[in-house]
């Protein structure tokens, strides 16, 4: 099973996915896969293909501004949780998908949290991996400073930052032909890099983890919380406290995996993730 590359019209901007489909027709809900800062769906690949031979429909868009989805000027998108969470429902209707399993990563993971929050009806089971889930998590200073002014300026427009935080999250190199299609957008136009920096700008994580350390506490449908627990930005004992205080989560520790999980280590994120997603209650 191989992820096929697709692009989707959603009002005036231009949407990039990846996605795999099961040889067989399948009843079971589709599975959404978001990415973090600064990564694209390009990630999730092997999950996805993992995912697909086991009879799911998996799905991973690039975030509008990231990877080959479109980068909308800032004053046409405004790169907040609000404008993302309004993006990502418009781009979930085009594509049709009314009820489906959403997995979130990294530091947008938290907006796919928020929207989840306010659409429970169309989440059908929710798997977190190393996202900023308690008020405990702060932006890490190598993706931070990103949103410097000046600074942030013309570090977004080194192709080589995704290298530096890719690896920077985790103990792992990440191959050369991996960096390649990571770099590409941002050796392509300097639309990557002003989209990058005015995500981190906006990030308010603040906001973001209070939200999601009290909504989720009444969230009913079940929640598997992966943690790679090399991670040096986000620690186990975050996950531990959200775990702790949501009923409806279980937390997997991944050992010698960091930050990134679908790509430090794809296939423990897989075997976790399916026997969760497969089960009936």
């Known amino acids: 099973m191989t992820t096929t590359e697709n692009w989707i019209e959603v009002g005036s901007v231009t949407w990039f996915y990846r996605d795999a489909k099961p040889v067989n027709e399948t ?37 509008l501004g990231f990877g080959f989805s479109d980068k909308p000027d800032k004053r046409d998108f405004a790169y907040t949780s609000a404008a993302f969470q309004t993006a990502l429902d418009a781009w979930m209707q085009a594509m049709n998908l009314e009820r489906v399993h959403l997995v979130v990563q990294g530091f947008l993971g938290s907006v796919g949290l928020q929207y989840a929050l306010q659409h429970p009806d169309r989440i059908e089971r929710l798997a977190i991996l190393n ?12 993706i931070g400073m990103l949103g410097i002014p000046l600074v942030g300026d013309m570090l977004t ?6 290298d530096r935080t890719l690896e920077g999250g985790g103990q792992y190199r990440v191959s050369d032909d991996d960096l390649d299609v ?7 136009s300097s ?6 920096l005015a995500t981190v700008q906006n990030l308010r994580l603040s906001e973001a983890t209070a939200q999601i350390s009290t909504g989720f506490k009444s969230w009913d449908a079940p929640i598997q919380v992966q943690w790679g627990v090399n991670d040096p930005w ?3 004992e975050q996950a531990q406290a959200f775990v702790q205080q949501t009923p409806a989560a279980e937390l997997v520790s991944l050992e ?10 794809p296939e423990k994120v897989a075997n976790a993730l399916i026997p969760f997603l497969r089960r009936s209650a």
């Open 27 to 63: 009843t079971k809900p589709p599975v959404v896969l978001l990415h973090g800062l600064p990564s694209q769906s390009y990630g999730w690949r092997e999950v996805m293909e993992a995912l697909a031979d086991q009879g799911f429909w998996a799905i991973a868009p690039d975030w």
């Open 131 to 142: 996202a900023p889930i308690t008020p405990e998590a702060k932006v890490p200073w190598k």
């Open 157 to 162: 427009q080194d192709p080589l930052l995704v």
């Open 182 to 188: 990571y770099r590409r957008p941002f050796l392509k």
């Open 191 to 196: 639309d990557a890099g002003r989209s990058l």
């Open 234 to 236: 986000l620690s186990l």
């Open 256 to 265: 010698e995996v960091g930050h990134y999980p679908q790509q430090d280590w």
